[in-house]
């Protein structure tokens, strides 16, 4: 059983950036891909960004490209989600996600963290 813990949401204006980070604990971290989705209010959760066990692949949706880049850390059993140029649409709750392969649908995933909202004004 993996445990995901997001954090480092919050109010940004737009143009502005923030970082987010998802630790895991109880099971094997590297051997998991991560994924990042994201569910604004009235909307389905989307993808945003994925990246295998070992970070050598990774990808997004043409919405986040160029702007977010997600990374991870093995040794501390952390994913991250850099997001720059943020804009009002970028609102939403951000959650990661613990799966097998390198998944773009939410269903796909085995283990989701509470998610940690982010809020970008105009």
């Known amino acids: 059983q993996v445990q995901l813990v997001e954090s480092g949401g919050g109010l940004v204006q737009a143009g502005g950036s923030l970082r987010l980070s998802c630790e895991a604990s109880g099971g094997t971290f590297s051997s998991y891909c991560m994924g990042w989705f994201r569910q604004a209010p009235g909307k389905e959760r989307e993808f945003v960004a994925v990246?295998?066990?070992?970070?050598?692949?990774?990808d997004y949706a043409d919405s986040v490209k160029g702007r977010f880049t997600v990374s991870r850390d093995n040794a501390k059993n952390t994913v991250y989600l850099e997001m720059n140029s943020l804009k009002p649409e970028d609102t939403a709750v951000y959650y990661c996600?613990?799966?097998?392969?390198?998944?773009?649908?939410?269903?796909?995933?085995?283990?989701w963290g509470q998610g940690t909202q982010v809020t970008v004004s105009s």
């Open positions: 990246i295998s066990w070992n970070g050598g692949s990774t």
């Open positions: 996600a613990a799966g097998r392969k390198l998944y773009y649908r939410h269903w796909e995933y085995d283990y």
